[in-house]
């Protein structure tokens, strides 16, 4: 267990809807990282967060928007969802903004239908 | 672009061999590099580590090399054991330090 909670587990939707994924960090961590792994890809680095602020931007689609409350969860909702949205979405979290490794939460499995 | 490769996605060992997993980066200003694993149904979970600065880092049966004028990467195991069997990821970070870029993944498998 690395600690990083991440709910739902499995999200089934329709195109076109919007869904949010939430992401609670390991226990004094204070950034947190979103990344998108579809079929047969690697992990695609989305955004990271560290202590409320916005530090990194990726391959994120306009359609897709982050925040991180002051106790620290995250959520990420996507909206208009395409088929091609449909993926696993993890979150991971660290003490610090950078230099270090990050703990991964379990995944929230993605099904636009 | 995929600025981290992994070229074989699959590899086979026997039990107590070693494992050698590759890895390879374009980008210059990647100065941080971890390998995770991964079990099905699980997130990656971090392995070892290795910054710019160093070559070797060991840690256990784990052994990272690291080749900065190749921009080149290698995860050892020795020795392998069935428990190994997973999908290994190598990540580089630039000196930035915010954000991982993953390769697309290894699957190892070691045979009892």
């Known amino acids: 267990d690395s600690g990083v909670t991440q709910t739902p587990k499995h999200l089934i939707t329709a195109t076109g809807q919007r869904v949010t994924l939430r992401c609670s960090p390991r226990?004094?961590?204070?950034?947190v990282y979103w990344y998108q792994q579809s079929l047969d890809q690697g992990l695609q680095f989305l955004i990271h967060?560290?202590?409320?602020?916005?530090?990194a931007k990726g391959n994120i689609l306009e359609r897709f928007s982050a925040q991180q409350f002051p106790d620290l969860h995250s959520e990420l909702n996507l909206s208009s969802l395409e088929l091609g949205d449909s993926a696993l979405y993890f979150c991971?979290?660290?003490?610090?903004?950078?230099?270090?490794?990050?703990?991964f939460g379990q995944g929230t499995r993605l099904t636009v239908v | 672009d995929q600025q981290v490769k992994q070229n074989s996605p699959s590899l086979s060992v026997q039990e107590g061999r070693i494992s050698i997993l590759n890895c390879d980066y374009t980008?210059?200003?990647?100065?941080?590099f971890l390998w995770y694993k991964k079990y099905p149904a699980e997130g990656p979970t971090f392995l070892i580590s290795?910054?710019?600065?160093?070559d070797k880092n060991e840690d256990g049966r784990f052994t990272v090399f690291l080749n900065k004028s190749a921009k080149h990467l290698s995860l050892h195991i020795v020795p392998s054991q069935p428990g190994d069997s997973a999908v290994y990821f190598c990540?580089?970070?630039?000196?930035?330090?915010?954000?991982?870029?993953f390769g697309t993944g290894t699957s190892l498998t070691v045979i009892p």
């Open positions: 290795i910054s710019s600065i160093k």
């Open positions: 226990s004094g961590d204070l950034s």
């Open positions: 990540a580089a970070s630039p000196n930035t330090g915010n954000q991982f870029y």
């Open positions: 967060y560290y202590n409320g602020e916005e530090r």
């Open positions: 991971a979290s660290s003490p610090t903004a950078g230099y270090t490794e990050a703990f």
């Open positions: 980008n210059s200003m990647f100065d941080y």
